[in-house]
C-alpha cells in the first residue's frame, strides 16, 4: 500500500515519506521478493539520499547479506567521508565479510579523523595484527600503553617489541609495567635480554 501511494504521489516530498513507510515496513520481512525491487526504484529516483541507503542497509543486515551492505555502506559513506560513526560502521560491515585490508584502511582514516579515540587506536591494533602488519600494530599499542596506561596495552606492547627485536621499547614498556606491579621471572628476564641487547 505504502509503494501504491508512492507511486499515486505528485510531489517528491510526498513520494520520498511513502518510500520511507515502504522500507520500514520492508525491514520488518524477512527476505521479501519485493525488498530488492523497491529498494532499485528508491535508490533510482532518490539517488543522493543517504537516508534512503542507511534503509537500504539495515535491510541487507537484516536478511542477512553483509556483502550488499558492506557495497551500500560504501555509496552511504562518500557522502559524509570524514563521519566517525559512518566510518565505524563500514568497519564493522568491513569485518563481517572479511575485509581485513578495507577495515584497517578505513579505520587508519577513521584515526585520523579522531586522533584521539582510544578505541579507534586499539581497534586498529588489533586488525594490524590480524593483517600481519605488527609495526602498525606496535605503533597503535605504544600509543595506548603511554596515554590510557592500561596492562592491556602494556602487554600487548611488550609482546610485539620482543618478537620484533625493539628492545628500547621492551626497556620502556616492562619498566611502566613495574611501576604497576612487581614483573614476573619471565618479564624480569625480558627487560635484562632487552638491556643487554639494546644500543
Known sequence: IYNECYELSENAAQARQFSFLALEALQATIDSP???????KYQQRFP??????????NIALINN???HA???GAKRLAFDPNNPEQIKKQIDR???????LSALSLNQKLIEVTP????AHESLARIAEWTDKPRLAIKEWLWLARNRRDDAAILS?????RGLDLFGITIEMLEQLSNV?????????????AYDNYK
Do not use: C, F
Request: glycine share 4%; hydrophobic share 40%; charged share 30%.
Open 34 to 40: 519485493l525488498t530488492t525491487e523497491y529498494l532499485r
Open 48 to 57: 543522493e539520499d543517504p537516508e534512503i541507503l542507511d534503509a537500504a542497509i
Open 65 to 67: 547479506y553483509p556483502k
Open 70 to 72: 558492506y557495497e551500500l
Open 94 to 100: 568491513a569485518l563481517a565479510i572479511g575485509d581485513t
Open 116 to 119: 584521539d579515540d582510544y578505541i
Open 157 to 161: 606492547a611488550i609482546r610485539l617489541s
Open 181 to 193: 606491579r612487581e614483573l614476573s621471572g619471565d618479564e624480569m628476564n625480558a627487560l635484562l635480554h
